[in-house]
Structures are given as C-alpha cells and as structure tokens.
C-alpha cells in the first residue's frame, strides 16, 4: 500500500475532521498530492491539493474557507482539515499523487498516478 488514508467518521453538521494520508513506497517522493471525494452515484470530484516541495495548495469552490490542506515532509503525511462541515460533503475521500516528476497540481482523476483506499466521510444534518 502506497497510500494510506485514514481519520473518517460520522459528524454532525458544522463539526470538523482532520483526514491524513501516509505515503510510503514510490510515493514518499510524489510532490503533487491531493484529495478526492466519491458521493454514492456520482463521479469522483477534486477536493483540494499540496505541492509539497513549496506548499502551494488548490482548493475546489465548494470547500474554500471551510477545508485546509497541509503537509508533514518529515512523516511523509498530507491531511486535510475539514471544518465547518456540511451533510452534502458526505462521501468517500481518497487521497492521491502524481509520479514524482510531476510539479503541477491536477484537478482531474486522469492526472494522478497513486490511490489511496478511500475512508468514509458521513456528516449527518
């Protein structure tokens, strides 16, 4: 396993949860990684991204304000803090990077290499 996502829940509307994502493997020198979501019957959505090198950071219109992307270079981890969290943002995250020799943030499935497993994210209203 390359990517290991973990820190999903169930959390009332208007809490907060804090994703984590360990690389390991090729994946501890990806420099681009980011965050998707899958909501039951709908395509998979970009979220948010790091580019760890400089800790520039893109974040989808529906999350600004609300969700923080960060990254631990030393522990190799990437998370995702999730406040101000809402029922339609239930669904499952995954984390994903892009081969090492990419730089550019992708806000398309298409351009990331590495999945994670996906953790379960249910906001109840």
């Known amino acids: 396993v390359q990517l290991q996502a973990s820190g999903g829940g169930l959390v009332q509307a208007g809490g907060s949860l804090r994703l984590t994502c360990a690389a390991s493997g090729r994946t501890v020198s990806s420099n681009v990684m980011a965050w998707f979501r899958q909501a039951a019957g709908k395509e998979r959505e970009f979220v948010a991204a790091?580019?760890?090198?400089?800790?520039?950071?893109a974040y989808a219109d529906f999350v600004k304000g609300r969700f923080t992307a960060s990254g631990d270079n030393a522990k190799n981890t990437v998370s995702l803090q999730m406040n101000s969290l809402k029922p339609e943002d239930t669904a499952v995250y995954y984390c994903?990077?892009?081969?090492?020799?990419?730089?550019?943030?992708?806000?398309?499935?298409?351009?990331?290499?590495?999945w994670g497993q996906g953790t379960q994210v249910t906001v109840s209203s």
């Open positions: 790091i580019v760890r090198s400089g800790g520039n950071t």
């Open positions: 994903a990077a892009r081969r090492a020799a990419m730089t550019v943030i992708h806000r398309s499935p298409r351009g990331y290499d590495y």
